[in-house]
């Protein structure tokens, strides 16, 4: 059994920063690409930022320079700072831990940013 937990999400304003935190526990192991996505009202969901187990990373253009994706592999945890918040960004952000054979996803963080 493998749990995904996201944290950190809130209400912020325009210009605000926000960090995110997700864990992976259970019978996981080897775990390859850790990602953020978002999904807001109406709309599908999309990538925010992935980093592999080497630590490369990639961004959708929309966060480039305001969102930083970290991890700590001795805790299979990974993290999203978000700086300079904008209205745009506001959505659920869920947390997605991929091994070689498996997917889990978490139960999705609410980030809301007021105007």
């Known amino acids: 059994q493998v749990q995904v937990v996201e944290s950190g999400g809130g209400l912020v304003q325009a210009g605000g920063s926000l960090r995110l935190s997700c864990a992976a526990s259970?019978?996981?192991?080897?775990?390859?690409?850790m990602a953020w996505y978002r999904q807001a009202s109406g709309n599908k969901r999309e990538l925010v930022a992935a980093?592999?187990?080497?630590?490369?990373?990639n961004y959708d253009d929309s966060v480039k320079g305001r969102c930083t994706i970290s991890r700590d592999n001795t805790k299979n945890t990974v993290y999203l700072q978000m700086n300079n918040l904008k209205p745009e960004d506001t959505a659920v952000y869920y947390c997605n831990v991929r091994t070689l054979t498996t997917t889990h996803w978490g139960q999705g963080t609410q980030v809301t940013v007021s105007s």
């Open positions: 980093i592999s187990s080497g630590g490369s990373t």
């Open positions: 259970g019978t996981i192991r080897s775990i390859n690409t």
